[in-house]
């Protein structure tokens, strides 16, 4: 079979270059891979691969030649031995809502999904600490954690369906890093299957404190291309005793910006600094979710701070003058859990409630300075204009973490080629004030192409050395998050 | 061929970019005098000391203020040492971003200077903080009592500029809060102590200065008296920003330092939660005794002819402090001379540090060796570490730096191989 062929909805997206050459899943390996999980959970049928064909990214498809669903690492390291022997590409999986398509199965290769590995080994209340396998979605862990008054801060949006493993591959941000930081800060240790079937444990307690290098910290955010995590050793925060909520709308989105840094410049530190749009505003009032924003606001901000109860009304009286200093037209405070929840429910629906008013939504990610939010948003704004889109933004205000989403439909290909060319435009512009081409959602095969605006040749040639000390082989998840090595087939590392 | 080439240097570098045969016991490398201390203005001029050091056959020991030249294994070969003291420059300051980036010789009290006027601070406390400059600290990576509130250097630093061992310039991470474009070569760099690469600029997360800290007390003669209430604040549910069991020369016995932050009536009532919860044995000191406490928690363990990092689950700290107690020989109520120990029991790090008594004798050597590799061995039991930070040049022989596991090693020998392929930068210092 040749390989770097994808099914692809819209030629106008660029493929994604898959592996040199895939050979085969002859019939002996799939026997080998049965032999270790069971008939059931290795699935070759056709039909039954279709849901595995993307991720959360939509416009990449892929058919792999089976997916595996091992149970634990021992299993892992075995099915991963027999691929490896076989050479077949492997693509670690957790719920495949990454939206950079870094799930994207590699044509002909072997999807590992870690759907059965859903158990939390050991609450550890005493240490603050739980072993959990990588499958256990993101808010059961803090479901289980809650009753000794614990829980895990990192909290993407997807938090409901996503996975510890697949966090711990994206290093996965959410509304409440402004305070509390991003998954890496929560990892402490991993047991990893390496490409050949190697297990090793990597961190510990302190997670570095006993070794020279910080390799924990260098695998979480490899995007399943250094090998697949089997098991994570997360750390726990006391939950807070007390959360307020402010709802601020503006009339412009400069206005909403300078509440942004006089509540920063006051000393305040909101666990959360989130805003949406006027467009993004439209769609949330005309959904079923729509929580009483003002259809002609210009910018809704919502502010969250948490902790002692004791403290939280001077910081929520303190942020509530900032916006008004800054033009709010109208300020509320969330009175109980309910109220909380209706602010907050704008934003956490504000992707869903986009996809009701076209057929199909690209959810950008990139991160500028914080100061340079406004001036970005304008220009982003004639971004849209200029190629005649739609792009409503919402964005966590606190950290400069933006997500320009850009409305679209994906049968008409002229928008389609529009919305690439307007991608890459916004993505050039937040490198050029300061920023990045992702702050949360992973470069995958998305964004490969914009590696080259944020890395030089030369640290793009020593990521690829590193990822090779971890696979030698080249094997786990190719052709994802670096750009095609010039002196490689496809993308496929070479060791040099 | 030495002089030819640091004649070659020392022009390259300009007026005051070299030291010849610097005089003894300032730049000592664990042990080494330096053939000469480079003193490079920009990266460039870092990548000319690596490329000039590996013709002439020598290694290159980067430091900032020379804080960790004396830590691990003495080099095998003649040494340069690097300072990155003429790289100061702060380059970007926005306050409004909470963000800056500085030359890596910059020490911490200068930067603490500057961003003190915008009401901001660094919460990065690693031992004697002030003196220390940001690259050394960075590349240290050591967690202050700060930490487990703020987080590691590695979590505060958001990108580098970092000349590697094979002379390329590495420019990695940004300057933006969430950032997730490609592997994560920041967070291998820090902490990796000068071995993979040395670090000319950096990027940093900078936090509000809280309006009220606050620090409480317990006091005992005996630290182990200290780990009960300790573990009631470890446990508490709130999070002080930093909770030390401390002793050293300066600290008039073991205390539990216990610090807390934030707005005033936040900390009036997280002050009254951990109080309540240690049964009252958390007291209020005032400003002159928290200030020497503090700097105690932050510095005790960190001198002394033999130093060691031990990290342990934190409701293990009884069990280390008794080990570390048996390490330094001594009853907890003895003198503290040459060092003393420092246990954050938030987190369970344990620094301790103690003098030699009669260096150069073997036979207490051999068993200085012995103690310590029956601890690291008790502490992997217990699913814990043991890092020999300084000893005499037997010892760490004996013992190694790191006690790594045997599918780590290799993984860390080949990402030394990968960004330093000729070991020019800190030859056989953590014997990885």
């Known amino acids: 079979m040749r390989a770097g062929i994808l099914r692809h909805d819209d030629s106008f997206f660029p493929r994604a270059p898959g592996f040199a050459v895939t050979p085969a899943l002859v019939p002996e390996v799939a026997a080998r891979l049965r032999a270790v999980v069971g008939g059931e959970r290795v699935i070759t049928e056709p039909e039954r691969l279709l849901a595995y064909e993307s991720d959360g990214l939509l416009a990449y498809r892929a058919q792999p030649a089976a997916v595996v669903l091992p149970a634990d690492t021992g299993e892992v390291s075995r099915v991963v031995a027999i691929l490896h022997a076989a050479g077949l590409p492997i693509v670690p999986r957790g719920a495949g809502t990454g939206l950079s398509g870094g799930a994207l199965p590699v044509e002909g290769g072997v999807v590992v999904g870690t759907a059965r590995m859903n158990r939390i080994l050991e609450v550890d209340p005493e240490n603050r600490t739980a072993r959990l396998q990588p499958g256990v979605v993101n808010a059961d862990l803090t479901r289980a954690t809650t009753p000794y008054g614990l829980y895990y801060a990192p909290d993407p949006s997807s ?119 006027g467009a993004t505003i439209r769609a949330v009032e005309a959904s079923v979710f729509a929580a009483g924003y003002p259809i002609d606001a210009r910018a809704a901000l919502v502010v969250e701070f948490d902790g002692t109860d004791a403290g939280l009304d001077g910081d929520v009286a303190k942020a509530e003058e900032c916006c008004r200093g800054a033009g709010a037209r109208n300020v509320r405070r969330a009175r109980d859990d309910e109220e909380r929840e209706a602010l907050w429910r704008g934003r956490k629906k504000a992707f869903g409630t986009m996809g009701r008013i076209a057929p199909d939504l690209l959810v950008q990610d990139a991160t500028v300075p914080r100061t340079r939010l406004p001036e970005v948003l304008a220009r982003i704004d004639a971004i849209g204009q200029e190629y005649g889109l739609t792009v409503a933004n919402v964005f966590h205000a606190g950290d400069g973490n933006l997500h320009p989403n850009i409305l679209f439909d994906r049968q008409d290909r002229d928008e389609t080629a529009r919305v690439e060319a307007a991608s890459h435009e916004i993505m050039r512009l937040c490198v050029e004030v ?31 050395a590193v990822r090779l000390v971890f696979d030698p082989a080249g094997l786990m998840n190719p052709g994802k998050v670096l750009p095609e090595d010039p002196g490689g087939p496809d993308g496929a590392p070479v060791r040099r | 061929m030495s002089a030819r080439t640091l004649a070659a240097l020392a022009a390259r570098l300009g007026p005051g970019g070299l030291v010849e045969e610097p005089e003894a016991g300032v730049w000592t490398v664990a042990g080494r005098e330096p ?161 993979l690469g040395v670090i000319t600029s950096v990027s940093l997360r900078l936090f509000p200065r809280p309006a009220v800290d606050r620090v409480l007390v317990s006091r005992a003669g005996d630290a182990s008296d200290l780990v009960r209430p300790g573990r009631a604040v470890a446990t508490a549910r709130v999070l002080p920003a930093s909770a030390q069991i401390v002793r050293s020369e300066i600290s008039d016995g ?52 033999v130093r060691i990092e031990v990290s342990v689950r934190p409701a293990d700290v009884a069990w280390a402090l008794d080990l570390v107690r048996e390490l330094r020989e001594e009853p907890a109520s003895a003198s503290t001379a040459g060092g003393g120990f420092a246990c954050c029991v938030l987190s369970g790090a344990v620094r301790a540090g103690w003098r030699v008594e009669a260096p150069g004798d073997e036979a207490r050597e051999v068993e200085l060796s012995g103690a310590l590799s029956d601890a690291r061995r008790r502490l992997e039991e217990r699913g814990g570490t043991l890092t020999l930070v300084r000893a005499p040049g037997s010892v760490l022989r004996e013992v190694g730096v790191y006690g790594l596991g045997c599918g780590v090693a290799p993984l860390m020998r080949e990402l030394k191989k990968t960004f330093d392929p000729e070991a020019v930068l800190c030859p056989g210092r953590l014997g990885v």
């Open chain 1, 159 to 277: 938090q409901s369906t996503c996975t510890i493993g697949g966090n711990v591959a994206e290093n996965s941000g959410g509304p409440h890093c402004l305070k509390y930081g991003v998954t890496s800060r929560y990892i402490e240790a991993l047991t990893v299957v390496r490409s050949d079937g190697e297990v090793v444990e990597l961190g510990g307690v302190g997670r570095d404190s006993g070794a020279p290098y910080d390799v924990v910290g260098l695998f979480v955010g490899s995007e399943g291309c250094f090998g697949i995590a089997t098991e994570v050793v997360v750390r726990l925060l006391p939950i807070p005793e007390g959360v307020r909520t402010l709802l601020a709308v503006f009339d412009s989105m400069e206005a909403a910006g300078r509440a942004v840094t006089a509540i920063i410049a006051a000393g305040l530190l909101p666990a959360a600094m989130e805003i949406i749009d």
């Open chain 1, 434 to 464: 300061g920023g990045t081409i992702t702050g949360e959602h992973g470069v995958g095969v998305d964004k490969r192409k914009y590696m080259e605006l944020v890395c030089g040749e030369d640290e793009l040639a020593v990521m690829r």
């Open chain 2, 35 to 195: 053939v000469a201390v480079a003193f490079p203005r920009s990266a460039a001029e870092v990548a000319s000391v690596l490329e000039h050091a590996r013709n002439a056959g020598w290694g290159v020991v980067p430091t900032g203020a020379g804080h960790e030249l004396c830590e691990g294994r003495e080099p095998a070969r003649p040494v340069v040492v690097l300072s990155t003291r003429r790289m100061q420059e702060v380059t970007v300051y926005e306050p409004a971003d909470l963000t800056m980036t500085a030359g890596a010789g910059l020490t911490l009290g200068d930067l603490e200077a500057r961003v003190a006027g915008e009401g901001q601070w660094l919460p990065l406390d690693p031992p004697s903080a002030t003196t220390r400059s940001l690259g050394g600290a960075v590349a240290r990576g050591s967690a202050g009592p700060l930490s487990p509130m703020f987080g590691a250097p590695r979590d505060l630093v958001l990108g580098l500029t970092v000349v590697i061992g094979d002379g390329r310039v590495l420019r990695v991470g940004g300057r933006v809060v969430k950032n997730v474009a490609g592997y994560d070569l920041v967070r291998l760099i820090v902490g990796s102590r000068g071995t």
């Open chain 2, 254 to 305: 073991s205390a539990l330092v216990v610090r807390v932050v934030g707005a005033p009536k936040q900390v009036d009532a997280d002050c009254a939660v951990l109080t309540g919860a240690t049964d009252g044995a958390l007291q209020p000191v005032d400003e002159a005794e928290a200030r020497v406490l503090l700097d105690a928690a932050r510095d005790a363990g960190s001198t002394g002819d």
